[in-house]
């Protein structure tokens, strides 16, 4: 949730721009010559004091004609142990009453109206507590201002990372507003910021403070958000246009989320078939560094669900997040996963599916596809080829391996096979270890690798099968095999037979392979 802290930074500049009229209204409020150095130099003081920074204000004018305003320019807040600043102002503007003026209490400024924010956010920044500064209690009764509504439109937000050599991220505020805006009591805002990456523009509204002079991360925020239109092709290797809506609460150091997602049209460059997909998540958003832990995030689309649990963080010396997620499926279908990563429009599998795997996804330019890295095992109970191909072949070998050599007998049975095994993903190439399928009369033991791009197939194995080899054929030669079953009904199995597949998934290639190890 960078958008929480945008937002969280934006209170912090009302409360300081509270502080700053407040402070300098007190001062001469008759020698006009006397009023601006006065209000510049207690402005400045109180604003250090308040939050444990150097604030420093270039120019500062109190004019009474023709309406009384006051205008400063070149505000600075300095950052402890930085030589960067934590927020500049090129000018800002209000227009007190003449009872505000004079340091009656309980009065309001309508407006004050700031121009040329930029809020710097350094790696690990806490405000450091002034030496001289009073409790919060005895601030708060000095400064009896309340702003109405703070206007900062155009506030730019940049996150330095810990490399100095690496750009900033950078974040733009197209509008801000602030509302009741006073110290010791919280504010509520409405923003709407231009999210970086993806691109899209996030609308929030809700309520930031009080400002905690003491503990500025356990500073309270609460509010609502909406994200539309992001554009997902910025990620290489996929697209479609997500919109998420939510809910979030906490403090600036931990922000817990719970929101939706939906993009109706998600698509993985290597499959090129956009799904509805759907997400329900709930998470935990370090406000100083942007690390969220995910716990859970229920996806859904077309007949298959899965749950991931995990975190997107970051790692030293490397630029970017990193996603790493456990992930396992409540229901799923082959040919829904299928669908994702494979161009062809029907499927070559389908049925019902489970697995559980572990999910990382580094940084970079890479497509999806080729840096994305899995590890896991899996299932399909009933699974069907939907390539005529191979299915008439598994249907014959089921016969055969069963002892039936009249296929005409048994013409119209269906046979489903059963796969487990492990697969690893790593640079689009899925790996598979101690893949095992069976149908009636055959098991099947095979590992290789399956190409997620070209649809190479290069699998190596064993057939276990019921028969003898004798079994199998008809006829005269029947006779002739029999001296060969010895040879073969090795493993327990009336017929062992090292075998490979090879090809494409298109054209697979199904042969004996007496040259591969067992």
Known sequence: MQASSK??????????????????????????????????????????????????????????????????????????????PLIRIDRFTAAPDLATLMGRENHHISRVTIEGLVIEISPGFRPAPHGHSKSSAVEESRFPFVIDEVVADGARLLILPKDPAKPPVEFDMQKLSLHSVGVGQPMSFVATVQNAKPPGLIQTQGKFGPWQRDAPRQTPLAGHYTFRDADLSVFKGISGTLSSEGDYIGVLETIKVKGVTDTPNFMVSTGRHPVALHTDFEATVDGTNGNTDLHPVDAKYLQTEFVCRG???????????????HVVTKRARMEDLLRLCVRSEKPFLSGPTAFQTDFVLPPGKEEVMQKLQLRGAFSIDGAQFNNPHIQDRLEALSRRSRGIVKPEAEAHETVTSDFHGQIALNAGTATFHDLTFGVPGAQIELSGTYGIANEAIDMHGSARLEAHLSQMVGGFG???????????????AGTYLPISITGTREDPKFGLDFRHKE
């Open 7 to 84: 937002i969280i930074l934006g209170g912090v500049l009302g409360v300081f721009v509270g502080l700053l009229l407040a402070a300098g209204l007190w001062g001469n409020r008759w020698v006009r010559t006397q009023l601006g150095p006065e209000v510049k130099t207690r402005a400045e003081r109180l604003i250090s004091e308040r939050f444990g920074g150097d604030a420093h204000i270039d120019s500062l004018d109190v004019t009474l004609r023709p309406t009384l305003r006051v205008v400063g320019r070149g505000l600075t807040l300095g950052t402890p142990g930085s030589d960067r």
């Open 311 to 325: 975190a997107v963080e970051g790692q030293p010396g490397t630029k970017g997040k990193f996603v790493k997620l």
């Open 478 to 492: 029947s006779v002739l095999l029999k001296l060969a079953d010895p040879f073969f009904a090795r493993h327990g």
